[in-house]
């Protein structure tokens, strides 16, 4: 069956230091891979996308994200997390044009 | 740019009432979409309209849940009668066009939090 996973429901951070969040897919081709993040009471902001090419995506407030097809991974990553990066964060997949589906989310806490 | 505006942003009923959320896409996207997001859960998508038509509401409950999109602008989305596993946030997002072409990003509104108790 189709599925997105994100392992990690909650993971708290140091400020300063760096962050990866995993995001593994079940499909039977690659698909198109988001990363959204939620801040509470907001509505979803893309931070970046993965359609095809380069493997490793940059996207906004300083986050990237690498595609590892071996793997079925779409992980992202930030070398230095600021306490403004405490948030909900959501990996999206889509095969087709219609089909995104959302993981569970991982709620990232700062410590100062 | 106005970002997608949504109404109400809280909601409380009892099961069993009816209930209706209002979204205003940014101006200009021809593509609206309507998601479920539960406690805990990623959202859900329920159903997307192109313009004032519907493409996709294979997850939309039919027998409680419906929407319209009339002169393809504002939408709607009502639930009647509300159960409580219906408790969620609403979302409304947009964007220029249909599906999931590189420039086809979805704006995603605050979101309409229902509780039904």
């Known amino acids: 069956a189709q599925s997105v996973t994100q392992p990690d429901i909650h993971i708290t951070v140091s400020e300063g230091a760096s962050l990866e969040l995993r995001c593994n897919y079940s499909?039977?081709?690659?698909?198109?891979l988001f990363w959204y993040v939620q801040s509470p009471g907001q509505g979803l902001q893309l931070l970046l996308k993965?359609?095809?090419?380069?493997?490793l995506v940059q996207g906004i407030k300083g986050f990237e994200a690498e595609f590892k097809r071996s793997q079925s991974s779409f992980n992202l990553r930030k070398p230095s997390v600021h306490w403004s990066d405490a948030a909900e964060y959501f990996c999206?997949?889509?095969?087709?044009?219609?089909?995104?589906?959302f993981g569970a989310g991982t709620r990232l806490t700062v410590k100062p | 740019e106005a970002g997608v505006a949504q109404s109400p942003r809280y909601k409380i009923i009892e099961k069993r009432q009816s209930v209706a959320f209002w979204c205003n896409p940014i101006?200009?996207?021809?593509?609206l979409y309507w998601y479920q997001q539960i406690l805990g859960q990623g959202p859900k998508l329920l159903i997307q309209?192109?313009?004032?038509?519907?493409?996709?509401d294979s997850q939309l409950p039919k027998d409680r849940f419906s929407a319209e999109r009339l002169k393809g602008v504002d939408s709607t989305l009502k639930i009647q009668p509300a159960k409580l596993e219906d408790s969620a946030v609403y979302l409304c997002?947009?964007?220029?066009?249909?599906?999931?072409?590189?420039?086809?990003?979805?704006?995603f509104g605050p979101g309409t939090r229902l509780t039904v108790t």
């Open positions: 499909y039977g081709a690659t698909p198109y």
């Open positions: 309209f192109q313009n004032n038509g519907v493409v996709d």
């Open positions: 101006s200009g996207h021809a593509t």
């Open positions: 997002a947009s964007s220029l066009g249909p599906g999931l072409a590189p420039n086809y990003e979805q704006y």
């Open positions: 999206a997949v889509a095969l087709g044009a219609y089909d995104m589906r």
């Open positions: 993965y359609f095809s090419g380069d493997t």
